[in-house]
C-alpha cells in the first residue's frame, strides 16, 4: 500500500513557478495524472506551461476553459489538458478523460476536477497553489510513494 506524502515550496514569480513545474515536467514518464487545484488566476496555466515545456514540448500553452480540452505534442509524448471549470458535471467528457487515464504514452493534466474525482486515480500528483500575503505562490505538492521521482527531480 502506498502512502501519500506532501512537500510546499513557495515561488516569487511567474517564471519560477514554471522552472519548478519544467523540472517535474521533465521527470514524467507517461502514463502520470497531474491535478491543478487553485483560483481563478493562481497560476494553473503558468504551472501548465512549465510542465509542457519540460516534457519538450515547444506547443503553445493556454488555458483550455473554453475548450475544456487541449492536446500538446513532446517527444512522442502527449499530454492531454482539461479544464472542469465550465462544468457542473462532466458527461460524456469524463469518457475521454478515463480513455487516457494510465495509458503509458499520456500525460494527463486536469484543473477544477471536483467533477471527475471519480475518474481521476488515487495515485495522481496534485499541485494546490495559493497566494501568499506577500504575494508570492505557495505550491503543495501532495503524492504517493510511486510518484517520488517526481519530486525528487523537482528537489535536485
Sequence with gaps: ????????????SAEETELLAERAGRALRGGEVVELVADLGGGKTTFSRGLVRGMGSTDTVSSPT??????????????HHFDFYRLHEAGIIADELAEF??????????EWA???QHVLPDARLTVAITQTPE??????????????YILKAIQA
Excluded: C, E, N
Excluded at 500500500?1 to 516569487?12: C, D, E, L, V
Excluded at 473554453?66 to 499530454?79: E, L, M, N, P, R
Excluded at 487515464?101 to 486536469?110: A, E, I, M
Excluded at 503524492?143 to 517520488?148: C, E, G, Q, R
Design 1 to 12: 500500500m502506498s502512502s501519500m506524502h506532501t512537500w510546499q515550496t513557495i515561488t516569487r
Design 66 to 79: 473554453f475548450t475544456i480540452s487541449k492536446v500538446y505534442q513532446a517527444k512522442g509524448k502527449q499530454i
Design 135 to 148: 504575494g508570492d505562490r505557495s505550491l503543495t505538492f501532495s503524492y504517493p510513494d510511486s510518484l517520488d
Design 114 to 116: 471536483d467533477v471527475v
Design 101 to 110: 487515464v494510465g495509458d503509458p504514452h499520456t500525460v494527463v493534466l486536469v
